[in-house]
């Protein structure tokens, strides 16, 4: 009786999407100080694949709205804005516009809490 081992291809081949649109209006300032970020009116959490897309938010969550640079990762696709409340959903908004008119993304339901 001879053993065959089975083998098992797994390729990940991401979509073009936005995963997670977050803003946490007025978090507690100890949140700040573990992410290490300044203190601003807000946080706006994005996750996008593929992943390099986190350039390209960044740039226009800059360019819609007075928002700075908390975190952006483009290995992993992770982006963290700050800044008041209504300018962080303004480039959140302007962010999942884009990408889903102008480069057919999913986008993402923009919550907050």
């Known amino acids: 009786m001879t053993d065959t081992k089975q ?15 977050h803003v946490i209006a007025n978090p507690d300032p100890l949140l700040y100080t573990k992410l290490g970020i300044q203190d ?4 706006g959490i994005l996750t996008l694949t593929p992943t ?7 740039d226009i969550a800059t360019k819609a709205a007075d928002v700075g640079l908390g975190y952006l990762d483009r290995f992993t696709g992770s982006l963290v804005i700050t ?3 209504a300018a962080v959903e303004m480039a959140m908004e302007a962010i999942n516009t884009f ?13 907050r809490s």
């Open 83 to 85: 800044g008041e409340i």
């Open 99 to 111: 990408l889903s008119v102008k480069l057919q993304y999913t986008p993402a339901m923009l919550t």
């Open 40 to 43: 601003a009116g807000a946080i």
């Open 52 to 58: 390099e897309t986190s350039i390209i938010a960044a």
């Open 7 to 21: 083998r098992v291809v797994q390729e990940y081949v991401p979509g073009k999407q936005v995963t997670l649109a």
